[in-house]
């Protein structure tokens, strides 16, 4: 029989998980603007930039919103008994190990070419990702949609800044 304390506990493991997916998350993306290192603002600056490159400020806004959802949709992964589901998160964090690469290498090694070869390999492995959590939960895959797109203009942005500079 469960119990209300049980049922409790459960929803306390739940909300404990689903905040480890988040703060863990947000804490690769906080690594890698550390080891980025430098002034991003005077380097961003210092490029010619394609069409439609909106000002610095909007990437770090960007990005919080797209590692919290994220977080949510490698949660809602992780918290089904499917069979891929393992699989499935090893996905999630080879992808976010690639995107974690981006940052040091466009700002820190100031790499255009090393920053549009990781932001290509970040395209296929975050489309890889969807598929495998649309297959598990349909849910977790649309979540991802908005980083998908993001992902897409992130290398359009970084094919042009290697394009023009």
Do not use: C
Request: hydrophobic share 55%; proline share 4%; charged share 10%.
């Amino acid at each position: 029989m469960i119990t209300a304390a049980h049922t409790n506990t459960m929803n306390k493991k739940k909300i404990t998980d689903l905040l480890l997916f988040v703060i863990g998350t947000g804490i690769v993306g906080a690594v890698s603007s550390l080891i980025a290192e430098g002034n991003f603002k005077e380097f961003y600056n210092s490029l010619e930039k394609p069409p439609l490159s909106p000002p610095g400020w909007v990437f770090s806004v960007a990005w919080v919103i797209l590692y919290i959802l994220m977080a949510i949709s490698a949660f809602l992964i992780y918290d089904t008994d499917h069979p891929n589901r393992n699989s499935a998160l090893k996905i999630y964090f080879v992808q976010l190990f690639i995107n974690f690469l981006w940052s040091p290498v466009f700002f820190r090694f100031k790499s255009l070419i090393g920053a549009a070869v990781v932001v290509t390999m970040l395209l296929i492995a975050v489309w890889v990702m969807i598929k495998a959590f649309f297959k598990i939960r349909k849910s977790a895959a649309l979540i991802n949609i908005p980083y998908l797109a993001w992902t897409v203009f992130a290398a359009y942005l970084t094919y042009g800044f290697l394009l023009l500079n």
